[in-house]
Nanobody
Framework: VQLQASGGGMVQAGGSLRLSCVVS????????VGWFRQASGTEREFVAA???????RYADSVKGRATISRDNAKNTVYLQMNSLKPEDTAVYYC???????????????????WGQGTQVTVSS
C-alpha cells in the first residue's frame, strides 16, 4: 500500500487549500484514512480522519474549518481547509489503516501506512 499526498502550498491567512491523498491498492474501501500534521520542532498531531463507513472525526483545532471526504472510485481522500491560520503551517501527512479501532483514530502509532507529506505554509 502506498499513499501519495499533494495539494500543499503557500497561502495567506484566511485562505483555503484542498489536500489530496491517493491510496494505491484494491483495498482502499476498507481503510480508515487520517490526516496528521507536524510543525517544525513539534510532535505529529491528528487533524482529521474518515472511516470506511464515511464517519468522520476532527481535531478541535480545525473543527468548523476542515472537511474530510473520500472518493472510493478514485482511491482518494480529500482534506479541505478553510480560514487558514499561521498556526496551521506544517507538513501534512496522510495515513491509512484497515484495522484501526475508533478510539485509536487520533493516534499516529496505530496507522500502518504513511504518505510522504505535503507542506502547508500560511502567512499572516
Amino acid at each position: 500500500v502506498q499513499l501519495q499526498a499533494s495539494g500543499g502550498g503557500m497561502v495567506q491567512a484566511g485562505g483555503s487549500l484542498r489536500l489530496s491523498c491517493v491510496v494505491s491498492g484494491s483495498s482502499f474501501r476498507s481503510f480508515t484514512v487520517g490526516w496528521f500534521r507536524q510543525a517544525s520542532g513539534t510532535e505529529r498531531e491528528f487533524v482529521a480522519a474518515i472511516r470506511r463507513d464515511y464517519n468522520t472525526r476532527y481535531a478541535d483545532s480545525v473543527k468548523g474549518r476542515a472537511t474530510i471526504s473520500r472518493d472510493n472510485a478514485k482511491n482518494t481522500v480529500y482534506l479541505q481547509m478553510n480560514s487558514l491560520k499561521p498556526e496551521d503551517t506544517a507538513v501534512y501527512y496522510c495515513a491509512a489503516d484497515s484495522q484501526i479501532i475508533l478510539s485509536s483514530i487520533p493516534y499516529a502509532k496505530h496507522y500502518d501506512y504513511w504518505g510522504q507529506g505535503t507542506q502547508v505554509t500560511v502567512s499572516s
